[in-house]
C-alpha cells in the first residue's frame, strides 16, 4: 500500500496547565512539556495519512528524534505540522516542525508504519 510523498498534517493545541513540563512529570516548571509537544507533532503525522488509508487500517508510531528549542508559556498557542518524506510500502517517514506564536519551538523526524487494527491488536 503506498502513500503519496509530501502528505502535510498540522495539528494546534491552546497550552493548558495538563501540557506542561510539572504536570507530565518531565520536569518542574509551567512551560510546554517536551512530550506534549512531541505527542502533538505525532499527532499530526498520523493524522495526515489516517483519512487515505483504508477503512480496519491505521499507523503506529515506532521512531521519533526531536528537538525541543524554545519554551512556550501556558496560554501560549502551539502549531505542529508533519509532511511525508518516504513511503517504502508499509514504512512512512516524516518531517516534523512546532511553532509557537514567536517561532519554531521544536524539529525531527518521525517513523510510523502501517497496520492492520485487529491483526496488530490481535497480536499485542
Excluded at 495538563?18 to 499527532?43: C, Q
Aim: overall charge negative; hydrophobic content about 40%; charged content about 25%.
Amino acid at each position: 500500500m503506498e502513500v503519496p510523498l509530501h502528505v502535510k498534517g498540522k495539528k494546534t493545541k491552546t497550552i493548558g496547565n495538563d501540557d506542561t513540563a510539572l504536570a507530565h512529570g518531565s520536569g518542574n516548571l509551567n512551560v510546554f512539556a517536551t512530550p506534549a509537544m512531541i505527542a502533538l507533532m505525532e499527532n499530526a503525522a498520523w493524522e495526515s495519512v489516517s483519512r487515505i488509508l483504508p477503512e480496519g487500517f491505521t499507523t503506529v508510531g515506532t521512531e521519533i528524534s526531536v528537538k525541543h528549542i524554545k519554551a512556550t508559556p501556558v496560554g501560549g498557542n502551539a502549531e505542529a505540522r508533519s509532511e511525508l518524506l518516504a513511503s517504502d510500502g508499509k514504512k512512512l517517514v516524516f518531517s516534523l516542525e512546532a511553532f509557537d506564536e514567536e517561532g519554531k519551538i521544536g524539529l525531527g523526524t518521525h517513523t510510523r508504519y502501517i497496520v492492520e487494527e485487529k491483526k496488530f491488536l490481535s497480536s499485542v
